[in-house]
């Protein structure tokens, strides 16, 4: 009777533990996703993506996702116009600037997008939920950002007898610029001004001229006077292969000093500012993942796999230290490894700088003013 009852026993305890793991394992209908998606990104974030989306589908076996590199914003038009039927693309990754110029109507899916966006607001810079957001609406889910740093050669710099903590201004910039120009007999102009970076800088005095007193053609003139003003007194290298020892950039200036096989010693801080004491915390325009098409058969894995991009950590931090692209999820930069000795670097990690900017950076009061004065100068 006694091993009856012990039998029992055990044969109730395996079938309740059996039950259990039947619940723990096996996901009910509602849990599971599936559905087919397409994603149309950029050169910057494509291989994260990819990433992302492998090991996407891996976890879920009824689901296919495409992500596709867009050879220009054009496309995410294109796909905005065509019918189910066409199977568009689901997905695209833009800024607001960019998005703004298709001159696509407001987004069928601006509901979906917010309650993503209000889920996970605290894990973003304010700024970078101003830039998505506008009454009450979102214009997509914050992917990547710009936080601004400027990058100084400290090696060549003490060659002419200055240190990177003297220039705190563009007073200082330009004094010292000046002086340099003059010693490097015109061979160094100090900041370089080609290519993204001229882009930055140029977006940098916009914000930094920005304010609620003044308009549109205020602000447009005094960062026209001040780009004249650095470009006459020979502070801005304009020659793809001309010598400077100072830039204006964002991760992709750690991506390319990394880079370099010259010996060099490189440092990055805050940006300088029009006058002491003044804000040196920016960031330009960053990419959102924006809901370009959805229907009943995906709109669970659109949100699963937005939320799921966002914020896998563990993935961003590798392509963040390989300067691919900053993550605007601020979790990312609770890792200890942001703190790790940089190629060609001194002083402070560039991701820890950088990091910091994103952290602070302040919103913009009057977007719309913005978005006019830096499609004017920038055409």
């Not at 950029?42 to 090991?55: G, H, I, M, Q, R």
């Not at 914020?311 to 230290?321: D, L």
């Not at 001194?346 to 700088?353: F, I, Q």
């Given at each position: 009777?006694?091993?009856?009852?012990?039998?029992?026993?055990?044969?109730?305890?395996?079938l309740?533990?059996?039950?259990?793991?039947?619940?723990?394992?096996?996901?009910?209908?509602?849990?599971?996703?599936?559905?087919?998606?397409?994603?149309?990104?950029?050169?910057?974030?494509y291989?994260?993506l990819?990433?992302?989306?492998?090991?996407?589908?891996?976890?879920?076996?009824?689901?296919?996702?495409?992500?596709?590199?867009?050879?220009?914003?054009?496309?995410?038009?294109?796909?905005?116009?065509?019918?189910?039927?066409?199977?568009?693309?689901?997905?695209?990754?833009?800024?607001?600037?960019?998005?703004?110029k298709?001159?696509?109507?407001?987004?069928?899916y601006?509901?979906?997008?917010?309650?993503?966006?209000?889920?996970?607001?605290?894990?973003?810079?304010k700024?970078r939920?101003?830039?998505?957001k506008?009454?009450?609406?979102?214009?997509?889910?914050?992917?990547?950002?710009?936080?601004?740093?400027?990058?100084?050669?400290e090696?060549?710099?003490?060659?002419?007898?200055?240190?990177?903590?003297?220039?705190?201004?563009?007073?200082?910039?330009?004094?010292?610029?000046?002086?340099?120009?003059?010693?490097?007999?015109?061979?160094v102009?100090?900041?370089?001004?080609?290519?993204?970076?001229?882009?930055?800088?140029?977006?940098?005095?916009?914000?930094?001229?920005?304010n609620?007193?003044?308009?549109?053609?205020?602000?447009?003139?005094q960062?026209e006077?001040?780009?004249?003003?650095?470009?006459?007194?020979?502070?801005?290298?304009?020659?793809?292969d001309?010598?400077?020892?100072?830039?204006?950039?964002?991760?992709?200036?750690?991506?390319?000093?990394?880079?370099?096989?010259?010996?060099?010693?490189?440092?990055?801080?805050?940006?300088?500012?029009?006058?002491?004491?003044a804000?040196?915390?920016?960031?330009?325009?960053?990419?959102?993942?924006?809901?370009l098409?959805?229907?009943?058969?995906n709109?669970?894995?659109?949100?699963?796999?937005i939320?799921?991009?966002?914020?896998?950590?563990?993935?961003?931090?590798?392509?963040?230290k390989?300067?691919?692209?900053?993550?605007?999820?601020l979790?990312?930069y609770?890792?200890?490894?942001i703190?790790?000795?940089?190629k060609n670097?001194?002083?402070?990690?560039?991701?820890?700088?950088?990091?910091?900017?994103?952290?602070?950076?302040?919103g913009?009061?009057?977007?719309?003013?913005?978005?006019?004065?830096?499609?004017?100068?920038?055409?």
């Amino acid at each position: 009777m006694k091993n009856k009852l012990k039998y029992a026993f055990v044969f109730s305890t395996v079938l309740v533990i059996g039950i259990i793991s039947i619940n723990l394992f096996q996901p009910n209908k509602e849990q599971q996703v599936k559905g087919s998606i397409e994603l149309l990104v950029s050169e910057n974030s494509y291989d994260y993506l990819v990433t992302c989306a492998n090991k996407f589908m891996k976890l879920n076996d009824k689901i296919t996702i495409n992500i596709k590199k867009m050879d220009d914003y054009s496309q995410i038009k294109e796909a905005v116009n065509k019918s189910d039927k066409e199977k568009p693309a689901n997905i695209g990754q833009i800024d607001r600037c960019s998005f703004e110029k298709l001159e696509i109507n407001d987004s069928k899916y601006n509901n979906d997008e917010t309650e993503l966006l209000n889920t996970y607001s605290k894990n973003f810079a304010k700024y970078r939920v101003d830039q998505v957001k506008s009454d009450g609406k979102s214009f997509g889910i914050p992917l990547n950002s710009r936080p601004l740093g400027f990058y100084v050669r400290e090696d060549m710099l003490k060659q002419y007898g200055y240190k990177r903590d003297s220039m705190n201004t563009w007073n200082d910039i330009i004094e010292i610029g000046k002086d340099i120009y003059q010693k490097s007999n015109g061979t160094v102009r100090i900041i370089n001004g080609t290519g993204q970076d001229y882009k930055d800088l140029l977006e940098l005095l916009i914000m930094e001229n920005l304010n609620s007193g003044k308009s549109e053609e205020e602000v447009k003139s005094q960062v026209e006077s001040m780009i004249k003003e650095l470009k006459d007194n020979n502070i801005l290298n304009l020659q793809e292969d001309g010598e400077f020892l100072a830039r204006i950039a964002s991760i992709n200036g750690m991506k390319e000093i990394m880079a370099l096989d010259v010996p060099c010693e490189w440092s990055i801080d805050n940006v300088p500012s029009i006058q002491p004491g003044a804000n040196k915390f920016f960031a330009t325009e960053g990419d959102n993942l924006v809901i370009l098409n959805e229907n009943s058969d995906n709109q669970k894995l659109i949100e699963k796999f937005i939320t799921y991009v966002i914020t896998n950590n563990e993935e961003a931090i590798k392509y963040v230290k390989g300067g691919e692209f900053f993550s605007s999820y601020l979790y990312t930069y609770k890792e200890k490894e942001i703190e790790q000795p940089v190629k060609n670097f001194v002083g402070k990690s560039p991701l820890v700088v950088l990091s910091n900017v994103e952290e602070k950076a302040l919103g913009i009061d009057d977007y719309d003013k913005y978005i006019k004065v830096k499609k004017e100068l920038m055409s």
